[in-house]
């Protein structure tokens, strides 16, 4: 299994990327899988309460004997009737005066909670943390999280990020990273299998963390944008994997007024499928977000531009792409290494040697000091 990182620190602002972290980590719990989060106190080791199968997994991952009742973790006192059953008025008084904070309460439990959440008890823990990733990935899941701390059992307990990666990596699918630093990358990049530069070409130049996860032995999933141009320069198209228009199309899209995003809804059933689930009203509320402006945009835009950044024109060849990495990495693991050490063999061209050299030559014109 490969662990996911996700940092919502450094976002420069970056609504949707939030958003779209919350909901990836919200879909896995409600798939059965397990998700580090941090919370006031340490870090959680999240399955989906409702899920005995999920449960198991955390006792699993974390080796601790499965008579261990779990505690539930849910965004506000509105939610206890529908887990805990004969809920006292002192449980509420409690709520608003304590929560969200690390006061857990224990109630008498509804039919719904599983068994291996609570040991086999006639009762169930319930808290409401006070962390706002963690309240977001509960409202977005539309579940109860069951989370002992994310550590293997008898280790101390986890208070950031670095410590759930020592535990847990390779045992769950996403830890969210609270404070990205230099600290922090020093850990992630070496361990990353994958590098996804997605930005469109020739909108939203991609930076050099990809040359930091070219370094490392990551491979590329890319646009030709940006840095990712001259890594495909260096390492060859059959060592990277690229996907979606080039700048040149994207910018004679705009000059010429081509593009509509309509004509591929209505030829791609898939799309037309992904699209329509964003107003179907099937997909979780998160906040007061609402899909249909997505859907909006995406198809009819705002002020006649629809689609501006050309999300449905790449679409169907990153998936196309993605499937190729994934049959890659799971069923030609050999193929993968030597293209990882061709990345790493070829990333000496980016060095701050060379990059100061060439600044040098072509700005400064400076002379060296004998």
């Keep these: 299994m490969q662990t996911r990182y996700f940092d919502l620190r450094d976002t420069k602002g970056q609504q949707k990327e939030i958003e779209d972290k919350i909901g990836a980590a919200a879909k896995i719990l409600r798939d059965g899988g397990l998700v580090g989060i941090p919370t006031e106190t340490v870090y959680g080791l999240g399955a989906n309460a409702l899920d005995g199968t999920a449960v198991k997994r955390i006792f699993e991952a974390k080796g601790r004997p499965q008579d261990n009742p779990l505690i539930i973790h849910v965004t506000g006192a509105q939610w206890l009737p529908r887990y805990c059953a004969d809920v006292p008025p002192l449980a509420y008084v409690l709520a608003r005066k304590f929560w969200p904070g690390p006061l857990t309460m224990i109630l008498k439990r509804r039919p719904i909670i599983p068994d291996e959440t609570t040991a086999g008890l006639d009762t169930v823990a319930v808290r409401c943390p006070n962390h706002p990733v963690t309240l977001a990935i509960i409202r977005e899941a539309g579940i109860p999280i069951a989370a002992p701390s994310a550590n293997l059992s008898g280790r101390p307990s986890c208070t950031t990020a670095q410590d759930v990666l020592e535990d847990m990596d390779g045992k769950i699918q996403v830890v969210f990273v609270e404070n990205y630093c230099v ?188």
């Design 183 to 370: 600290s922090v990358a020093e850990m992630l990049i070496p361990a990353a299998d994958i590098s996804e530069q997605i930005s469109t070409a020739g909108m939203e130049a991609s930076g050099t963390g990809n040359m930091k996860f070219m370094m490392n032995g990551a491979l590329m999933i890319g646009t030709m944008d940006g840095a990712n141009i001259e890594i495909a320069e260096r390492v060859g198209q059959e060592n990277i994997f690229i996907f979606g228009d080039s700048a040149e199309g994207n910018y004679n899209k705009k000059m010429y007024h081509t593009y509509n995003p309509g004509i591929i809804f209505e030829n791609h059933p898939g799309i037309r499928d992904v699209c329509n689930c964003l107003i179907e009203g099937n997909l979780l509320r998160y906040g007061n977000r609402k899909y249909s402006e997505i859907y909006q945009n995406l198809l009819f835009g705002e002020y006649g531009e629809a689609d501006p950044y050309y999300i449905l024109a790449d679409f169907p060849s990153y998936i196309e792409t993605y499937e190729k990495v994934y049959h890659l990495y799971v069923d030609h693991k050999d193929e993968w290494i030597k293209k990882a050490i061709v990345n790493t063999a070829k990333s000496g061209y980016f060095s701050s040697d060379r990059t100061i050299e060439q600044y040098n030559e072509k700005i400064w014109n400076l002379k060296p000091v004998k």
